[in-house]
């Protein structure tokens, strides 16, 4: 029997980021004083100190900064092999955001710099997990 992938965990500050990857966009928080890209959303701005933002939508590719495979077994949850990859998004150097790879679940054919572009993966309700949407990313 395999377990349901558990839903993520939707506080405040990420249920905007939850709801526009529901709609099948990619959005990240970009401040409004000096224009600045952040992600995760965060209240503080990095680089001017505003904490003024506003959800924007952003191109869903990047190149592949690093990733692992996962080989353990999560009770059926999560299928084993499994790889996640740390993509830098085009729109700054210093925006990097995870994503399961659509790739070979062994990763291979993986390359730092690899150019890639976002998809959604939506995740069915079992039992009482509610549905939820992933990014995934695949080679561009």
Do not use: K
């Amino acid at each position: 029997m395999t377990a349901p992938r558990p839903a993520p965990f939707v506080e405040r500050d990420s249920a905007i980021w939850w709801d526009a990857v529901a709609r099948h966009e990619l959005h990240c928080a970009r401040c409004d004083d000096c224009g600045a890209w952040r992600w995760p959303v965060r209240a503080l701005c990095a680089r001017c100190g505003s904490l003024a933002w506003s959800s924007t939508p952003v191109s869903g590719r990047g190149t592949v900064a690093s990733w692992v495979v996962n080989r353990h077994d999560f009770g059926g949850a999560v299928p084993s092999p499994s790889t996640v990859v740390l993509v830098r998004l085009a729109e700054q150097d210093d925006l990097l955001m995870p994503g399961a790879w659509s790739g070979p679940a062994d990763g291979a054919g993986l390359a730092v710099d690899l150019p890639v572009a976002v998809g959604f993966l939506d995740v069915p309700a079992v039992d009482d997990t509610p549905g939820f949407t992933l990014c995934t990313w695949r080679s561009a």
